[in-house]
């Protein structure tokens, strides 16, 4: 049985309509429904292939193509081709891409070989985004960040907008700080499969006059303080100012302050 081919109208159809006043309308869908085929478009420009220049692909190389980016029944000619007629502006600039790619000149990113000429994922192999201080803005980015790591975005969230662990919220709550929130993300980085080609891969940042930045350093390091404030599967890092590193310079304290209102919540000797 051959592999179904669809025109673009024929995917555009089989698209759920919703009604403008549908909350979800507007939001990311997290539809995990993919078709593994290369998508038809009529006026898609060809390109000839050269088999031959399979010569000039390493067995490691021929390996990973095969592994995670040819879709059933293509050759790696193919691939290259389906890459470059779906980004070509034109035949000959098709062909040209196309070239470069088979001969080695330059290669893809990871996004472009697997979903180019497909109608799965996207193009773009990073995003970056930021939570703000309300739980609904926290939800929001855990359901932006799905939606962009089930279509093969690498994600870096920033976290410096939220409040420490033990300020105030409301009349007499507290927070319970960033790092639950960090765990959920890291949690749900894991359970999406880019399109099945590979894993969630996701980066968090804080800057360094966060109050939990010393918790948040140790935050990958598996063994020593409560297991329940790990997240051993994200990237993090600092953002590092101007003004700290002068104070690492001078030995100088440093403030903690609180993203809220400025407010200091401790000191630290910069140099540690």
């Known amino acids: 049985m051959q592999d179904e081919v669809l025109t673009k109208e024929q995917l ?34 060809r390109v000839k292939t050269d088999p031959s220049r399979d010569a000039l ?3 490691f190389g021929k390996a990973t193509l095969t592994d995670r980016y040819l879709m059933p029944g293509e050759s790696f000619q193919d691939l290259f081709a ?18 470069y790619i088979s001969k080695l000149w330059f290669m893809p990113a990871t996004p472009v070989l697997s979903n180019g000429g497909t109608d799965r ?12 201080d309300s739980l609904g803005d926290i939800v929001n980015l855990w359901n932006e960040n799905v939606w962009l790591a089930s279509r093969g975005g690498g994600i870096g969230s920033y976290w410096g907008n939220l409040r420490s662990i033990g300020e105030k919220v ?16 890291d949690s749900l980085t894991l359970a999406i499969s880019q399109g099945s080609l ?37 990237h993090h890092g600092i953002l590092i100012s101007d003004a700290f590193m002068r104070a ?3 030995d100088e304290e440093w403030a903690l302050r609180s993203p809220k209102d400025g407010s200091v919540q401790a000191t630290v000797q910069a140099r540690d």
Not at 17 to 43: I, M, N, T, Y
Not at 122 to 131: G, M, Q, R, T
Not at 204 to 221: K, T
């Open 12 to 45: 555009d159809a089989r698209q759920p309509r919703r009604a403008e006043g549908d909350p979800a309308h507007s939001e990311p869908q997290l539809d995990f429904d993919r078709h593994d085929q290369a998508v038809q478009f009529k006026a898609a420009p």
């Open 57 to 59: 692909l390493t067995a």
């Open 82 to 99: 389906r890459v470059a007629s779906y980004y070509g502006d034109d035949e000959a600039h098709a062909q040209r891409l196309y070239d």
């Open 121 to 132: 994922g996207l193009p773009i192999s990073c995003f970056l985004n930021e939570a703000n």
């Open 170 to 185: 409301g009349e007499n709550g507290k927070t319970s700080g960033i790092v639950p929130f960090i765990r959920v993300m």
């Open 198 to 234: 590979r894993r969630g891969s996701a980066a968090v940042y804080l800057p360094v006059d966060h109050p939990e930045v010393e918790e948040f350093v140790e935050i990958r390091r598996p063994t020593g303080g409560d297991p329940n404030r790990k997240a051993l599967n994200l």
């Open 248 to 250: 690492v310079e001078n």
